[in-house]
């Protein structure tokens, strides 16, 4: 599996969101390369993988990065932040610290979990992705964007990263939104044994901020940071501020 190295330092790894790839981090890999080598992977079935031919499932996601990445800090992005929870909870010997950016352990809303994305959403996109996947992933993209001080800015990078690295295989898609409609890892937060940063954005339409804050609170060794004028991808538009927030995360770790 392809992973993209970049900068120099201690390792840190980056994994993307539904329907992207590991390129739409160039602001954060540009704020960070000084101090940091990242390892920039495209998941699974996305990007320079997308014939990687590894399952579109948490564990299998996860055992494909943990084999093509050397031991080091998890950040995940939406849902490269489901994949970096699991593989955290499930393998702490190899990942010392855990950055989730506007991700939750559970996506979907439920009694217990008033802060969730609904159902119906989740549904429209499906249902979208049959009929039509160029303007479904464009819609999406105008959420991630949408609240955002820069929203224009923040849509015209989304749009112009989507297909740089080749059209998304529409199962490949469709698999995703399942992943993320169908995960919980809420019950792996209370054991959670590595420290956790979990960065908002105070905008983000897809995200709630809040749940993320319950999550952070849950956790045993967390903390939470709030990007006020951000949307779901507060890495393009307030690069600096994120990676402020993760450098003095992990030199307080000692990551």
Known sequence: MRVDVAGSGPPLVLLHGWAMHGGIFAPLVEALRAQRTLHVVDLPGHGHNRDCGVPLQLEAFARAVLDAVPDAPWCGWSLGGLVALHAASKHPERIPALAMVCATPKFVVAEDWPQGMPRQVF??????LRDDWRGTIDRFIA????GSDHMREELRMLRD???????PATHVLAEGLRVLED???RAALPALSVPS??????RDRLVNPQAMRTSADIAPDARF????????????THADEVAGALLGFLAEQGA
Do not use: M, T
């Not at 990007?227 to 890495?235: I, M, N």
């Open 123 to 128: 549904a429209g996109f499906a249902a979208g």
């Open 143 to 146: 959420l991630e964007a949408f």
């Open 225 to 236: 940071v709030q990007v006020e004028h951000a949307g779901h991808a507060p890495f393009l």
């Open 197 to 202: 940063l979990w960065i908002a954005g105070r």
């Open 161 to 167: 990263a989507v297909l740089a690295r080749g059209e």
């Open 183 to 185: 995960s919980d890892l």
